[in-house]
Each structure stands twice: as structure tokens, then as C-alpha cells.
């Protein structure tokens, strides 16, 4: 008898689960189900987008129902899951288009509902012109709206509304940032790194209204956002876009699953959350932090992709292992490249951890090249141990890279005494005979 695979959600995880699944298991039958009108959505594209880059929306999907229809997968599209019932095996789907609704039963079930956008409850959160930034939907909308909006505030100062912020300045918009944090990517950088980065938005125009809650927001006389109001002030604006970040998209299995207390499904090494027959990847999922051997949060399309292929890969039985994660992350703001993996200092201090570290600010080749620019790499490490637990990097030569050699670093547990003396090459064009790694190890011990 034929394996029945159903799975909910085709974004990153969803696609990544149904290709491999479909290659690997061509005897199955695979039935995924999809709420939006599109699957693949590349929504790291999207600053991209409203900032003119990627001009043509198309080339932000890489995949299609049609593409799955051919490796023999049913998708069907804008089909909201309403229910699933665990014990009974079966799933409950309405047709948006049609409104008919619909039971299905399956043997295995892959979870891949991801996240959706955190939605502060406060007064006049529901204006128009305060719109969310996570799919393709959204991304027309912010580029429909800001094409008559003068005045746009971001709310939340992470990797999505800064980037956003970038954008919409170089299109001329008068930008405001707010965060309850003092500092713009709070979560992802430590203090030298964001002073840096913060100054260049400030030269740039960005108006930074840092360490401040918003509290509600005005509108006018047609329901139209027109002031956000913090615990520090107020702010005329006539668009708002909220990125305060992510709740994972499990309510179809609250209590039938474990979670996390935020609802992230809790999954082994092998993506089996705590039902045998069902399976779940990326931002609906808790992940294996390394830095702290914790289960975490941390919703990123690079777990996404991962987890789902290791979806398909163990769904039979127990095949490969999922190696965890560092949250390893960049973003490119203006002339800089910057990139961090696992814990910052901040972030290390504030789990209780004993830990030290080494600042290094060097050009990045010799300065006997016709040019050469600074780089700052902060490495962070514990006290007692050496163990690496965390790294950034900042400067305006593409040395993102580093932090993936960091990050296989810390996933294998090495020490700053190992660093030292790991062989890297030399080569003028590139580095110095000293890698800057190399000397972040060496300046530890
Ligand atoms: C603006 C932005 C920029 C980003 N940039 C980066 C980046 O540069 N690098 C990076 O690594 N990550 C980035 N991310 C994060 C990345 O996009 C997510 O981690 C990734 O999309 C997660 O994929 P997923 O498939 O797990 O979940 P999602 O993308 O959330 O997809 C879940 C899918 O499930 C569907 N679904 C949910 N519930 C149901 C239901 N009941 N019935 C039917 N369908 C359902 C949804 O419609 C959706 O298509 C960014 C995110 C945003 C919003």
C-alpha cells in the first residue's frame, strides 16, 4: 500500500521536505497543503524589492506547483488546514477559493507551518497603513503604500527593519526606526559592532528613536495611521511596518504535539517531534542551539531549508543527523558586510556565563597592496574552557565568510588555543600570513 505524506506549508522547510520526499520515495503519495496563492517565497528578497534591486517579483519563487505536479506531488493550493487530529490521523482542509471543506487521512505528516509576524495588541494597531513584513502579499503592499508615503516608520530594529530602513532611505522616504532596545540588532551584535552601524543610518538621515516602547498608534478621520506614540515620544508618520519579530505557527498542534512555551514544536535529532508519524521543520520548530546546547528559537530560511531535506531523509527511518545550529546570520548595510554566529558577549553575560573576548581591528591584506581596509572581528569565548561560543564581523571588504569558518568552529566545540594555529592559507591578494582567525586565537592565549 501506498505511504500517504501529507504536509502543511510549502515555503523553505515545506519545499525542501516535499522535492527530497518526492525523489526519494516515488512509491508515496504526497499531498501538500497551502493556505497563500504561492509556494517558495524568498522573503530575505524583500528590502531588496522595496528597495528597487530585484526589480522583476518573479525571481523571488524557485518553485512552483506546477514544478511539484511533476515529480508527482498534489498541491493544493490556498487550502487552509483547520484541524489536525493526531490520534485519529487525519487532517481537516478548507478550500479558500470554494469554501468547501475537506478530510483527509495520512500515515506520515509533515509540520512546516512556520511563523507569522508577532502583532502587539495596542490601540489603533489596526489602522491602515500599519501593515507586517513576511510574504509576497506583504511585500506588494509595502511597495504599494510607500510609493505616496513621505514619512514611514520601521517598529523593531533587527535584521528585517533595518534593512528595511535601508531601503526606503535610499528611496528618499523620511525614516524612522524604533526599538525598545538601545540598540539597532541587538540580538545579533554587540555594542562596537552596532555604534558602527547606527552611525552610518544617522549620517544617512535615519531618524534612531532607540530605548523607547510604542504605545499606540493615531489615526485620522479615514482610519489612516498618522502618529505612533512610544513611552519617549511621538512620531508623524504615514507608513508603519511592524518587525518585532516571530511566534512559531502551531496552533493546529497545541496539545497533541510538545512545544516550547512560545509553541515551537520540539523536535529529535532526527525531526520526529513527540508523535512517531509526525515531523516538523523550520520556523514552526524549536532548534538545537550548540552555543548552549539548548533547545532555542531562532527562525531562519537556512534551519528552514536544512531541517526540511533532514525531513525527508529520516522520514522511514532515523538516516541522518541534524548538527544543530549557531543562528549564523549577515546582513549588508550601506558599504558594510556584517555577519555573527552564535552567542555575542551581551547575550552570553546575560545567560550567566563566564565568558571573555578578543577584539582584533586589522586591515585585511598587507599594507603593501595598492588598497586595503579595516576589520573588526570580536570573538567570543568561555573563561574557564576557551570553548568558542560566539563571533562578529565588520568591515566594508566582503570578509562575511570568516564567520561560516567560525561557526563550523563552534559546532565542533574547538577552543581559541585551537584556533591559534588552525592552517589557513596565505596569499597578498587575500589575507596576511597571520589569518585574522588565527591572531583572534593566538591575542586568547
Ligand atoms: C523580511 C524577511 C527577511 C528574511 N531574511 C532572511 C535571511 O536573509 N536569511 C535567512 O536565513 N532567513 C531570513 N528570513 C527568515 C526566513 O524567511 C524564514 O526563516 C523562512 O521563511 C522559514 O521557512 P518555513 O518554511 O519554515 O516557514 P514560513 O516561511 O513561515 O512558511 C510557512 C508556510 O506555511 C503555510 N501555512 C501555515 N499554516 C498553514 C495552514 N494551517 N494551512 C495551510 N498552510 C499553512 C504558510 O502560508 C506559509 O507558506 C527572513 C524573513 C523575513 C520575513
Known sequence: MKTKIAVIGCTHAGTAAITNMARLYPEAEITVFERNDNISFLSCGIALHVGGVVKNAQELFYASPQQLAELGVTTLMRHDVLNVDAAAKTIEARNLTTGEQTTHSYDKLVVTTGSWPIIPGMDGINLE??????????AQTIIEKAKTANRITVIGAGYIGVELVEAFEMLGKEVTLIDNMDRVLYKYLDKEITDVTEQA????????????????????????????LTTAGQYETDLVVLCVGFRPNTELLKGQIDMLPN??????????????????????????????????????????????TLVARNLMEPTIKYLGTQGTSGIKIYDYNIAATGMTETAALEAGMNVKKVTIVDNYRLEFMPTYEAVTLKVVYEAETGRIIGAQLFSKVDMTQSINTLSVCIQKGMTMDELSFVDFFFQPHYNKPWNLLNQAGLQAV
Not at 497603513?129 to 506583504?138: D, G
Not at 531618524?207 to 502618529?227: N, P, R, W, Y
Request: aromatic fraction near 8%; hydrophobic fraction near 40%; glycine fraction near 10%.
Open 129 to 138: 497603513n500599519v501593515v507586517l513584513c513576511k510574504n509576497y502579499n506583504h
Open 201 to 228: 543610518l544617522v549620517e544617512r538621515g535615519v531618524q534612531l528613536a532607540l530605548g523607547q516602547m510604542v504605545t499606540s498608534f493615531v489615526g485620522d478621520e479615514h482610519g489612516k495611521v498618522t502618529t505612533v
Open 263 to 308: 509553541g515551537a514544536i520540539l523536535v529529535d535529532d532526527y525531526m520526529r517531534t513527540s508523535n512517531p508519524d509526525i515531523f516538523a521543520a523550520g520556523d514552526s520548530c524549536a532548534v538545537h542551539y550548540n552555543p548552549t546546547g539548548d533547545h532555542a528559537y531562532i527562525p531562519l530560511a537556512t534551519n528552514a531549508v536544512r531541517m526540511g
